[in-house]
T-cell receptor
Framework: ETGVTQTPRHLVMGMTNKKSLKCEQH?????MYWYKQSAKKPLELMFV???????ENNSVPSRFSPECPNSSHLFLHLHTLQPEDSALYLC??????????????FGPGTRLTVT | KQEVTQIPAALSVPEGENLVLNCSFT??????LQWFRQDPGKGLTSLLL?????REQTSGRLNASLDKSSGRSTLYIAASQPGDSATYLC???????????FGGGTRLMVKP
């Protein structure tokens, strides 16, 4: 257990559905991240939040909509996804964004399949 | 733009062997480099974090080295065990920006 939980662990959705992924961290961290891990591709950063404010959007399509209501919770709202969006979505948190000593702690991921 | 490469992509060794995983990066202006382990279908577990001013870090049977000037890091695993079978990822945090850039990983299989 890393102190970062994600729900659901598995999700199958159609291209016209709307769903949300949830991430919660119990570490008292201030920064949270969404990553996408597709088959045979390196892990890609999607969004970064610091003290509830979005600081990075790595050119992510608008069909992915993040929400960070507080420093402990992070959501990823999904709508009109494409089959190529099927991937493992990982959430992470860290004490701070800047500085050399922070480590990122990852959740177990949500395996998303778009049909 | 930072690029991180890991070689080999896959490795199979007999139990007990010492092994080295390689990571290279193109931009040497980094804050730190982190090695992770990922089991199939699971999240990432941090193994070692090396600050840019450090040369190596050790944890148990694991030793990670960093040569920032040449853009290289190695993860040394001593006396490998079947339980070490997993994908090992390295990631660097570049001074410019707040993002970790990951390599493609090395998939390790340790056979009993």
């Amino acid at each position: 257990e890393t102190g970062v939980t994600q729900t659901p662990r598995h999700l199958v959705m159609g291209m016209t559905n709307k769903k949300s992924l949830k991430c919660e961290q119990h570490l008292g961290h201030n920064a949270m991240y969404w990553y996408k891990q597709s088959a045979k591709k390196p892990l890609e950063l999607m969004f970064v939040y610091n003290f509830k404010e979005q600081t990075e959007n790595n050119s992510v399509p608008s069909r992915f909509s993040p929400e960070c209501p507080n420093s402990s919770h992070l959501f990823l709202h999904l709508h009109t996804l494409q089959p190529e969006d099927s991937a493992l979505y990982l959430c992470a948190s860290s004490q701070t964004l800047s500085g050399s000593s922070y480590e990122q702690y990852f959740g177990p991921g949500t395996r998303l399949t778009v049909t | 733009k930072q690029e991180v490469t890991q070689i080999p992509a896959a490795l199979s060794v007999p139990e007990g062997e010492n092994l080295v995983l390689n990571c290279s990066f193109t931009d040497s202006a980094i804050y730190n480099l982190q090695w992770f382990r990922q089991d199939p279908g699971k999240g990432l577990t941090s193994l070692l974090l090396i600050q840019s001013s450090q040369r190596e870090q050790t944890s148990g049977r694991l030793n990670a080295s960093l040569d920032k000037s040449s853009g290289r890091s190695t993860l040394y695993i001593a006396a490998s065990q079947p339980g070490d079978s997993a994908t090992y990822l390295c990631a660097v945090k570049t001074l410019a920006g707040n993002m970790l850039t990951f390599g493609g990983g090395t998939r390790l299989m340790v056979k009993p």
